[in-house]
C-alpha cells in the first residue's frame, strides 16, 4: 500500500481510480477501415477516423505480454481513451521451426485481438526486429533457423567484424559486416525472402475476418543493407528503392493472395525521413500489379529526439536541444512524410515516438518533447502509438503523471474534412474545427464523435460549446456525440467546438489560433508556438460569431440564419 500512496496525493487523482471503470459506448467493429483519397483513415460511412494508442512488444518467450489478457487492465486503456495497440507478434513465435506453425501462439495472439475487440481497440500486427537475431546479440526477430541458412559469411568479416568484440551499445550491431550482410540477404535473396512471404501469407489467413486488426507491419525499423560491399546502401533512399519496396511488393502480393482488404504498414530505414525524398519510395507497396493498392497502404514511421537518447530523460533538456529537435527535426519529418505520402498516395501513422516519460518538471526532456510531439500531431491530425506501454505502474494503477499527457480529447470520428484541432493537457481546453460534409448518406445524424477524459482532466464536469449553436450534442460515458439537425444534415458548413472545464466556464476563454493545417501536402506545415492564451484575437471572432448567431450555450437558430451558415 505503500507503493499505492504515491498515487493518491489529492482527491483529483481519487476521481481518477474510481472514474476510470465508468465504461462508454462504443460503436463496434461492423467492416474493416480503409483509407480515403486524401490518405485519412475512414470507417465504413466514410467518416474521418484518429487513432491514439500505445505499443506492446515482447522480445522474448512467450513473444507477447501476458497483461493483454487482463482485462481490467484494457478496460482502463479503453477508458483513458486509446483506441488502437500496435501489438508485437513475432516471426520466431509464429514459425520457431523451419515449416512449422505455432498454432498455439496464433491462438494467444487471437484472444489478444479479440479482447481488444471486446474493449473497443484496434489492433495493428507489428512484426517487431531489432538488430535482426541472437546472432547478433539481440533477440531473434528472424528466427534462429532461417538465420542459419543465410549464406556463410566469410571468416574475415564474421561477426563482431569490424570490432573487436561485440558491440553492447543498442544498435551498434547494424553496423558489423554480418548483420548489414544479412539484412541484405533478407531483402534480395528469394530463397531467404520467400520464408518472410509464408510468415505474412500464415498471418493474414488467420485474422482476416478480423475487422479490428487494423493493419499488417511488414518489418520494425528495416536496417541498412551491406554498405561495406557498396556505399549507396548507406542511403535510405537507396535501400528504400532497390531493396524494400521490391520486397514489399512481393510481401502485398503474398498477403492479398488470403487478405484483400486489411491495411498493410510498411517503414522506411528509420532516417529516411529526416530529408527530403529520403525514403527512395516511388510508389505504395504493391500499386505496381493493383493500382488500387495505395488506399490500403500506410508509411508507417518513427519519430525520437535522437540526441536526447544520450541523456536521463528526467533531467532539463538544454536549450540547444529543444531547437534542434522541436524546431527543426520534428518540422522536417512532418514535412517529408506528409510528402512522401503525397506523392504515392498512402496513408501516414506515427507508430512510435517515445523517450519521454511525462513528469512534473516542465523543463524535463520528458515533459518537453511528449508535449511536443502530441501537439504536433494534433496539429497535423496525426494518429499515433506510444512507446512504450508505460501508462500503469507494477500494480496496475495508472501514473498520473503520464495520463495526464497523453490521455487527451480528440475526435474519434468525423464526417468531413478537419481544419484545426488543439487540446491543452495543462487547462484541459479543447478546440475542433472541421468543415462538415453531407451526411444524408449516412443513417445517423451524428456528425463527430469526440472522446472526453473525463476521470483524467474533467473530474468536476465540462461545459461544450457549438458553432453553429443549432447543433445538438449527447454524451455517453466518455463519447460526446455532435448531431445536425436534418435542416442541415446535406449542407457542407464549418463547424467549431470548444470543451473545457466547468471551473473555467466563467472566465475569458482562450483559444487557438485557427490556421487551417493540410495533411498530405508539404511545405504547408508550420512549426507553431502557442501563447499562453492560445490566440485570443481569434477567440474573440468566434465568441463574437457565437453572439451574432445567438447565446453561448443555445441550440436553436431562425429559419433566417439557418441561410447563412
Same mark, same amino acid.
Given at each position: ?115 481488444c475487440e471486446k474493449y473497443g481497440l484496434y489492433v495493428l500486427l507489428d512484426m517487431h526486429q531489432d538488430e535482426l ?147 527512395? $519510395? ?259 471572432? $468566434? ?23
Amino acid at each position: 500500500m505503500a507503493n499505492f500512496g504515491k498515487y493518491i496525493r489529492s482527491g483529483a487523482i481519487l476521481t481518477v481510480l474510481t472514474l476510470l471503470f465508468v465504461t462508454f459506448s462504443f460503436a463496434g467493429f461492423t467492416d474493416k477501415v480503409r483509407l480515403n483519397e486524401d490518405g485519412m483513415f475512414v470507417d465504413s460511412s466514410s467518416r474521418v477516423m484518429l487513432f491514439h494508442g500505445f505499443n506492446t512488444v515482447v522480445k522474448r518467450f512467450p513473444w507477447y505480454d501476458l497483461q493483454m489478457k487482463n482485462e481490467s487492465r484494457l478496460k482502463i486503456y479503453k477508458n483513458l481513451g486509446f483506441n488502437v495497440v500496435r501489438l508485437g507478434l513475432m516471426w520466431s513465435g509464429v514459425m520457431p521451426l523451419k515449416s512449422t506453425v505455432n498454432q498455439t501462439y496464433l491462438e494467444e495472439i487471437e484472444k489478444i485481438v479479440d479482447l481488444c475487440e471486446k474493449y473497443g481497440l484496434y489492433v495493428l500486427l507489428d512484426m517487431h526486429q531489432d538488430e535482426l537475431s541472437s546472432k547478433f546479440n539481440s533477440y531473434d526477430g528472424v528466427p534462429l533457423w532461417l538465420m542459419n541458412e543465410f549464406p556463410r559469411i566469410s571468416s574475415d568479416y564474421k561477426y563482431p567484424w569490424p570490432f573487436e568484440k561485440p558491440p553492447t551499445r543498442k544498435f551498434y550491431n547494424y553496423l558489423t559486416y554480418a548483420c548489414a550482410e544479412c539484412a541484405e540477404q533478407l531483402y534480395t535473396n528469394l530463397s531467404i525472402f520467400k520464408y518472410w512471404g509464408d510468415f505474412w501469407e500464415v498471418v493474414a489467413d488467420r485474422f482476416k475476418q478480423k475487422n479490428n486488426v487494423l493493419g499488417y507491419e511488414l518489418i520494425n525499423e528495416p536496417p541498412m543493407s551491406n554498405f561495406y560491399k557498396r556505399y549507396e546502401s548507406l542511403s535510405p533512399a537507396y535501400v528504400g528503392k532497390h531493396h524494400l519496396l521490391p520486397v514489399y511488393d512481393y510481401l502485398v502480393k503474398r498477403i492479398r493472395v488470403k487478405d484483400q482488404q486489411t491495411l498493410v504498414f510498411f517503414e522506411p530505414m528509420t532516417y529516411g525521413i529526416f530529408y527530403p525524398r529520403g525514403t527512395g $519510395f516511388t510508389h505504395a507497396p504493391g500499386t505496381v500489379d493493383d493500382p488500387r493498392e495505395r488506399l490500403k497502404s500506410v508509411l508507417s514511421y518513427h519519430y525520437y529526439c535522437w540526441p536526447a537518447t544520450r541523456m536521463k530523460p528526467n533531467s532539463t533538456m538544454p536549450w540547444w536541444m529543444r531547437i534542434f529537435c522541436d524546431q527543426i527535426l520534428l518540422p522536417e519529418v512532418m514535412i517529408n512524410t506528409a510528402e512522401t505520402a503525397r506523392l504515392i498516395g498512402s496513408g501516414r501513422f506515427m507508430t512510435e515516438f517515445g523517450h519521454c516519460a511525462p513528469d512534473s518538471n516542465p523543463l524535463s526532456i520528458n515533459t518537453i518533447e511528449c508535449n511536443k510531439v502530441l501537439d504536433t500531431a494534433d496539429e497535423q491530425f496525426e494518429s499515433w502509438t506510444y512507446w512504450n506501454d508505460k501508462l500503469l505502474d507494477n500494480f496496475a494503477y495508472p501514473v498520473p503523471t503520464h495520463i495526464k499527457v497523453l490521455s487527451r480529447c480528440y475526435p474519434r470520428t468525423v464526417s468531413g474534412h478537419l481544419l484545426n484541432m488543439r487540446f491543452d493537457p495543462k487547462s484541459a481546453y479543447f478546440f475542433l474545427k472541421f468543415n462538415k460534409s453531407s451526411v444524408s448518406s449516412i443513417s445517423s445524424n451524428i456528425i463527430a464523435e469526440i472522446f472526453i477524459p473525463r476521470a483524467v482532466h474533467y473530474p468536476h464536469g465540462f461545459v461544450v460549446a457549438l458553432n453553429p449553436p443549432v447543433l445538438k450534442y449527447t454524451t455517453k460515458g466518455d463519447i460526446l456525440s455532435i448531431k445536425a439537425p436534418f435542416c442541415l444534415r446535406k449542407l457542407t458548413l464549418i463547424v467549431e467546438v470548444v470543451i473545457m472545464k466547468r471551473e473555467m466556464q466563467m472566465l475569458p476563454l482562450k483559444h487557438e489560433v485557427a490556421y487551417p493545417t493540410h495533411r498530405n501536402v508539404a511545405g504547408q506545415y508550420k512549426a507553431k508556438s502557442y501563447s499562453e492564451d492560445y490566440g485570443v484575437r481569434e477567440h474573440s471572432l $468566434f465568441l463574437n460569431r457565437m453572439t451574432a448567431n445567438s447565446s453561448f450555450s443555445s441550440r436553436r437558430l431562425r429559419e433566417d440564419q439557418i441561410a447563412t451558415l
